[in-house]
């Protein structure tokens, strides 16, 4: 069975630019969650979806957003990308809405790079 | 103050030696709490929950003290494939998001 998948695997973009990454969760999960991990430190929540609709909103600028499709797949957006959003982006399935971290599976994670 | 505190470290240990890591945590509410493991560049992976009557898995123990707000983890008979970098996690209430720490890291040497 696929794991978590992410998609792109590195990305490199330039201030002010806008990205899109993706996110397929393990097959019957209906659990999303994004998190940012910046070198040197531990991975920090940004959103959890479920069932489509946004479950948790971690502390990040509104230039960040996500959605989550009827295939259970996600998506997440930054918009006017700052060198500070240098990280590495996590996507956490589960199978339900999830208490902690029963259940949650990473993906691989897209190393994003702004220059 | 961070909501979860790690010592950074580095540990670095010879193989066959115990280490203990410990971790504090801010909010009195917090309901569950976890270890994950992430090696170099790789995503997280969990390594085991933590219950308040401790609990043990092969070569690793880990314990909850909610009085004192504080975690712990033991590796006994270290590896040099334990080395990694240990993230203390914990489910901060009703919310159903993560709080990690910022990790310690773990070296074994051989």
């Known amino acids: 069975d696929a794991g978590v998948t992410q998609s792109p695997t590195h990305l490199i973009k330039t201030r002010g630019q806008q990205v899109t990454l993706r996110c397929s969760p393990i097959s019957g999960h209906k659990s999303v969650s994004w998190y940012q991990q910046v070198l040197g430190q531990g991975p920090q929540f940004i959103f959890q979806?479920?069932?489509?609709?946004?479950?948790g909103r971690g502390n990040f600028p509104d230039r960040f957003s996500a959605r989550q499709f009827p295939n259970y797949s996600s998506e997440l957006n930054v918009n006017a990308l700052l060198l500070g959003d240098s990280a590495l982006y996590l996507c956490?399935?589960?199978?339900?809405?999830?208490?902690?971290?029963?259940?949650?599976?990473f993906g691989s994670g897209t190393r994003l790079t702004v220059v | 103050r961070k909501e979860v505190e790690q010592d950074p470290g580095p540990f670095n240990v010879p193989e066959g030696a115990t280490v203990a890591f410990n971790c504090t945590y801010s909010n009195s509410a917090s309901q569950s709490f976890f270890w994950y493991r992430q090696d170099c560049r790789k995503e997280p992976k969990l390594l085991m929950s933590?219950?308040?009557s401790g609990n043990e898995d092969g070569r690793f123990t880990a314990q909850l003290n909610r009085a004192s707000q504080y975690i712990s983890l033991l590796i006994r008979d270290s590896k040099l494939s334990d080395s990694a970098t240990y993230l203390c996690?914990?489910?901060?209430?009703?919310?159903?998001?993560?709080?990690f720490g910022s990790g310690t890291q773990l070296t074994v040497l051989p």
């Open positions: 979806y479920y069932e489509k609709e946004e479950r």
């Open positions: 996690v914990v489910n901060p209430g009703s919310a159903r998001q993560l709080t």
């Open positions: 956490a399935s589960s199978l339900g809405a999830g208490e902690g971290g029963y259940g949650y599976t």
């Open positions: 933590v219950y308040s």
